[in-house]
């Protein structure tokens, strides 16, 4: 058995104000890449423990002067021991190179060298480091947080690129996104009791995508809210990448009380991680492996749930005056998702459903692999920095397969929390499009929106279709349609909601000109039973929209509604206060 670790240790206190003000920020993260070689300055909290000038294991920067790596990394205490933090490259040049030896090792107390249960360590360095935009910390996962199975997840390392397969010269650090594995999944996987609490797994159950030997001790984190937050420490595993069995990781949230009682003061920053929508984790079963506990209401009411409707179409951020621009604003069209492949845009889509994102089918054609394909929402920018993104991993691609223009659904693995950036749009059910309503296109393509690639909005208006009229059909004023695009919504405003018309598709196969001056595409409601068959009950817009067959959706309390008499008001008051500052 070859022995793979990851694992982390996070921790928040009320002293831990500083840390949390710079903790998890890289700012050089612009661009992920799974599997591959990490940009430089990627993950700023990276550090390698070396012994004698050799590494050994990995850690992650906490906080000036301390490091949270695996207490399996330290049966012995190593001779020559030192930290190096700002390397990209184990041989050659790194001019951003720190380097600190340690003044103690805090091993776990419960720390099992057998069952690698608390597989934790915190190290000492010798003197502070400063911060720059290659050396900062991690922010840590507070013991409040939760990781349901599907969060995205990154781990990275200097360790092999596969059993017995050492890491090729120059020896860049490497990065490899892979999704949370529920824990009754992991203990049927490695059998059960072999996986406790105080651990967390992540792994394709293909394979093909782990931490192995060298990246002990290194850290595997999750992003919300703008900031990395580390979820793991590298501790075990079967062999590396091999299918059903996922790496193994200390789970932070487990010992933020005993990494407090050990730093005193400047306390790393903890923040909670906090999952959407439902844990499938709930239903797995296996020989052995006790039922999920149920709980007994211990008062004769019943417990009850508070829930909030759920309405399609609504644009808070969208202040209605469009036009002069190609360049979008944040939250602008929150249903906006971009369809990412190893970290790459390939195609747009939009949010429909609480779980579910629609698309082009042709998106897919040369891959309808869902686990390798991840779904970004919130997002504005293709490069720099969206603070209200959320990426999702894909569970399920479905096709309409039908004759002509096809569409897909992509089942997402948790819900988002609505916010004024994330928000599902109306679809056509059959809905009067009058000629000359003014509608919008939106998307990414390569070379737009300048350096940053920020979203663009293109105006375009309803025109007859002359003799190829149908129901099925809707023809628009030509708009610049590019291939990035594909996916992505034509979208029109009634009655104070957003409803898509059209899956845009590449201009070359679709989209096609009857004369210079129009565009003719399929209408959504063309997929009608498809979209039923396979969504359900359909998202319905707030009350001052007629529909005639969809109703709203309820969403657990931690939804947001789209509108707000409160939301309203502070607006208002806010915009007299600035007034009066300028009298």
Same mark, same amino acid.
């Given at each position: 058995?070859?022995?793979?670790?990851?694992?982390?240790?996070?921790?928040?206190?009320?002293?831990?104000?500083?840390?949390?003000?710079?903790?998890?920020?890289? /700012?050089?993260?612009?661009?992920? %890449?799974?599997?591959? !070689?990490?940009?430089? =300055? +990627?993950?700023?909290?990276? @550090?390698? &423990?070396?012994?004698?000038?050799?590494?050994?294991?990995?850690?992650?920067?906490?906080?000036?002067?301390?490091?949270?790596?695996?207490?399996?990394?330290?049966?012995?205490?190593?001779?020559?021991?030192?930290?190096?933090?700002?390397?990209?490259?184990?041989?050659?040049?790194?001019?951003?190179?720190?380097?600190?030896?340690?003044?103690?090792?805090?091993?776990?107390?419960?720390?099992?060298?057998?069952?690698?249960?608390?597989?934790?360590?915190?190290?000492?360095?010798?003197?502070?480091?400063?911060?720059?935009?290659?050396?900062?910390?991690?922010?840590?996962?507070?013991?409040? /947080?939760?990781?349901?199975?599907? %969060?995205?997840?990154? !781990?990275?390392?200097? =360790? +092999?690129?596969?059993?017995? @397969?050492? &890491?090729?010269?120059?020896?860049?650090?490497?990065?490899?996104?892979?999704?949370?594995?529920?824990?009754?999944?992991?203990?049927?996987?490695?059998?059960?009791?072999?996986?406790?609490?105080?651990?967390?797994?992540?792994?394709?159950?293909?394979?093909?995508?782990?931490?192995?030997?060298?990246?002990?001790?290194?850290?595997?984190?999750?992003?919300?809210?703008?900031?990395?937050?580390?979820?793991?420490?590298?501790?075990?595993?079967?062999?590396?990448?091999?299918?059903?069995?996922?790496?193994?990781?200390?789970?932070?949230?487990?010992?933020?009380?005993?990494?407090?009682?050990?730093?005193?003061?400047?306390?790393?920053?903890?923040?909670?991680?906090?999952?959407? =929508?439902?844990?499938?984790?709930?239903?797995?079963?296996?020989?052995?492996?006790?039922?999920?506990?149920?709980?007994?209401?211990?008062?004769?009411?019943?417990?009850?749930?508070?829930?909030?409707?759920?309405?399609?179409?609504?644009?808070?951020?969208?202040?209605?005056?469009?036009?002069?621009?190609?360049?979008?604003?944040?939250?602008?069209?929150?249903?906006?998702?971009?369809?990412?492949?190893?970290?790459?845009?390939?195609?747009?889509?939009?949010?429909?459903?609480?779980?579910?994102?629609?698309?082009?089918?042709?998106?897919?054609?040369?891959?309808?692999?869902?686990?390798?394909?991840?779904?970004?929402?919130?997002?504005?920018?293709?490069?720099?920095?969206?603070?209200?993104?959320?990426?999702?991993?894909?569970?399920?691609?479905?096709?309409?397969?039908?004759?002509?223009?096809?569409?897909?659904?992509?089942?997402?693995?948790?819900?988002?929390?609505?916010?004024?950036?994330?928000?599902?749009?109306?679809?056509?059910?059959?809905?009067?499009?009058?000629?000359?309503?003014?509608?919008?296109?939106?998307?990414?393509?390569?070379?737009?929106?300048?350096?940053?690639?920020?979203?663009?909005?293109?105006?375009?208006?309803?025109?007859?279709?002359?003799?190829?009229?149908?129901?099925?059909?809707?023809?628009?004023?030509?708009?610049?349609?590019?291939?990035?695009?594909?996916?992505?919504?034509?979208?029109?405003?009634?009655?104070?909601?957003?409803?898509?018309?059209?899956?845009?598709?590449?201009?070359?196969?679709?989209?096609?000109?009857?004369?210079?001056?129009?565009?003719?595409?399929?209408?959504?409601?063309?997929?009608?039973?498809?979209?039923?068959?396979?969504?359900?009950?359909?998202?319905?817009?707030?009350?001052?929209?007629?529909?005639?067959?969809?109703?709203?959706?309820?969403?657990?309390?931690?939804?947001?509604?789209?509108?707000?008499?409160?939301?309203?008001?502070?607006?208002?008051?806010?915009?007299?206060?600035?007034?009066?500052?300028?009298?």
């Amino acid at each position: 058995m070859e022995i793979i670790c990851f694992k982390m240790v996070c921790f928040c206190v009320s002293e831990s104000e500083s840390q949390l003000d710079v903790c998890g920020k890289a /700012s050089l993260n612009t661009r992920i %890449v799974g599997g591959q !070689v990490a940009p430089v =300055g +990627s993950w700023p909290w990276q @550090v390698s &423990l070396q012994r004698s000038g050799s590494h050994f294991c990995g850690g992650s920067l906490i906080n000036s002067q301390w490091v949270l790596t695996a207490a399996h990394c330290f049966q012995t205490t190593p001779t020559g021991l030192t930290v190096n933090l700002g390397l990209q490259s184990l041989q050659g040049s790194n001019p951003n190179a720190v380097s600190r030896t340690v003044t103690q090792i805090i091993k776990h107390p419960n720390y099992n060298s057998q069952t690698f249960n608390n597989d934790v360590c915190l190290l000492q360095l010798s003197s502070p480091v400063n911060f720059n935009n290659y050396i900062s910390p991690v922010c840590l996962a507070a013991s409040d /947080s939760i990781f349901y199975s599907g %969060v995205n997840s990154w !781990v990275t390392g200097w =360790g +092999s690129i596969g059993s017995g @397969v050492p &890491l090729p010269s120059p020896q860049n650090l490497m990065e490899v996104e892979v999704p949370v594995v529920g824990n009754r999944q992991c203990n049927c996987n490695y059998g059960v009791g072999r996986i406790t609490d105080n651990m967390i797994c992540a792994g394709l159950s293909a394979g093909g995508k782990d931490s192995c030997q060298g990246d002990s001790g290194g850290p595997m984190v999750s992003k919300q809210s703008g900031r990395w937050i580390q979820a793991g420490v590298v501790s075990f595993g079967e062999g590396c990448a091999l299918p059903n069995f996922p790496g193994v990781y200390a789970r932070v949230s487990q010992y933020q009380t005993w990494i407090n009682s050990k730093i005193s003061s400047n306390q790393p920053g903890f923040m909670t991680f906090t999952s959407t =929508g439902t844990n499938s984790d709930l239903s797995v079963s296996c020989t052995g492996l006790p039922p999920v506990p149920t709980t007994t209401p211990t008062t004769t009411t019943p417990p009850t749930t508070t829930s909030k409707p759920i309405f399609c179409g609504q644009a808070p951020k969208n202040s209605g005056i469009l036009g002069g621009t190609s360049m979008a604003t944040a939250g602008s069209w929150p249903w906006m998702a971009s369809l990412q492949k190893n970290g790459s845009h390939v195609c747009g889509g939009t949010l429909v459903a609480l779980d579910s994102v629609l698309s082009n089918a042709n998106c897919f054609s040369s891959s309808p692999v869902a686990s390798e394909w991840t779904v970004v929402l919130g997002r504005l920018k293709l490069n720099g920095s969206n603070p209200f993104e959320v990426t999702l991993n894909v569970t399920n691609i479905t096709l309409s397969n039908t004759t002509g223009t096809n569409i897909a659904i992509l089942r997402l693995s948790a819900q988002p929390t609505l916010t004024d950036y994330i928000q599902p749009i109306c679809l056509d059910n059959g809905r009067t499009f009058a000629e000359g309503l003014a509608c919008w296109a939106a998307g990414w393509s390569p070379g737009r929106g300048g350096a940053e690639e920020v979203m663009q909005q293109f105006q375009t208006s309803v025109v007859n279709c002359g003799n190829s009229s149908s129901s099925e059909s809707i023809c628009t004023d030509v708009f610049a349609l590019q291939q990035g695009d594909s996916g992505g919504p034509l979208m029109c405003k009634q009655g104070g909601s957003w409803f898509q018309a059209v899956v845009l598709t590449d201009p070359s196969s679709s989209a096609r000109r009857r004369r210079s001056s129009v565009m003719t595409f399929t209408r959504v409601s063309t997929f009608d039973a498809f979209l039923t068959k396979t969504l359900g009950t359909l998202l319905s817009p707030a009350s001052n929209t007629t529909t005639t067959t969809s109703r709203p959706v309820s969403q657990s309390s931690g939804g947001h509604p789209a509108h707000s008499f409160i939301f309203v008001f502070f607006h208002l008051l806010s915009l007299t206060v600035c007034l009066q500052l300028f009298l």
